[in-house]
T-cell receptor
Framework: AQSVTQLGSHVSVSEGALVLLRCNYS??????LFWYVQYPNQGLQLLLK??????LVKGINGFEAEFKKSETSFHLTKPSAHMSDAAEYFC?????????????FGTGTRLTVIP | DSGVTQTPKHLITATGQRVTLRCSPR?????VYWYQQSLDQGLQFLIQ???????AKGNILERFSAQQFPDLHSELNLSSLELGDSALYFC?????????????FGDGTRLSIL
């Protein structure tokens, strides 16, 4: 069965500092992995996706993530945090033997950016 | 703007009632998904439809049902509502419904049960 674990329900960084949000996955088949961001009172917006091409994936707003099979990880990073990055971030995995596409989400990480 | 439209944005009703949530997918997308987001359960997959047919089922209660119509819009029906059904309900859509395709989410319907 597919699942993801997000380490740290809250992360605080200073403006301009490195952002690192952790995600580990469990999957019985080669996974497809996604990061979504949710701003207050809004839906989920896709940041980036890993679908078995390059292991380093670049997304929108300067975010990127690296797929590491040996560590079953897909951590999200951004070199320099901006105030507008404050939001909740969700890691998700999809894909099983049937090819079903429903997403299994982590519990989310709320990012606070300190001025 | 994701292109996925959900109505209504807010719904307030009482226990025991029935409501219908509506979703219009992005133009060209054939697959629709419903998710529930609550404080205690997080984001949970409810059900998926592809081109009018049920494709996958998740943690959807028997009191809940959904369908996808020929014009590809979808409705989620929630009946015999309980206080615990208060949540944010999201609809998402994707092109073909296969695993490597990202899903695009609407802004959700916030359901409050009094």
């Amino acid at each position: 069965a597919q699942s993801v674990t997000q380490l740290g329900s809250h992360v605080s960084v200073s403006e301009g500092a490195l952002v690192l949000l952790r995600c580990n996955y469990s999957s019985s088949v080669p996974p497809y992995l996604f990061w979504y961001v949710q701003y207050p009172n809004q839906g989920l917006q896709l940041l980036l996706k890993y679908t078995s091409a390059a292991t380093l994936v670049k997304g929108i707003n300067g975010f990127e993530a690296e797929f590491k099979k040996s560590e079953t990880s897909f951590h999200l990073t951004k070199p320099s945090a901006h105030m507008s990055d404050a939001a909740e971030y969700f890691c998700a995995v999809s894909g099983d033997q049937t090819g079903a596409n429903n997403l299994f989400f982590g519990t989310g990480t709320r990012l606070t950016v300190i001025p | 703007d994701s292109g996925v439209t959900q109505t209504p944005k807010h719904l307030i009703t009482a226990t025991g009632q029935r409501v219908t949530l509506r979703c219009s997918p992005r133009s060209g997308d054939l697959s629709v998904y419903w998710y529930q987001q609550s404080l205690d359960q997080g984001l949970q997959f409810l059900i998926q439809y592809y081109n009018g047919e049920e494709r996958a089922k998740g943690n959807i209660l028997e009191r809940f049902s959904a369908q996808q119509f020929p014009d590809l819009h979808s409705e989620l029906n929630l009946s015999s509502l309980e206080l615990g059904d208060s949540a944010l309900y999201f609809c998402a859509s994707s092109g073909t419904g296969w695993s490597n395709q990202p899903q695009h989410f609407g802004d959700g319907t916030r359901l409050s049960i009094l």
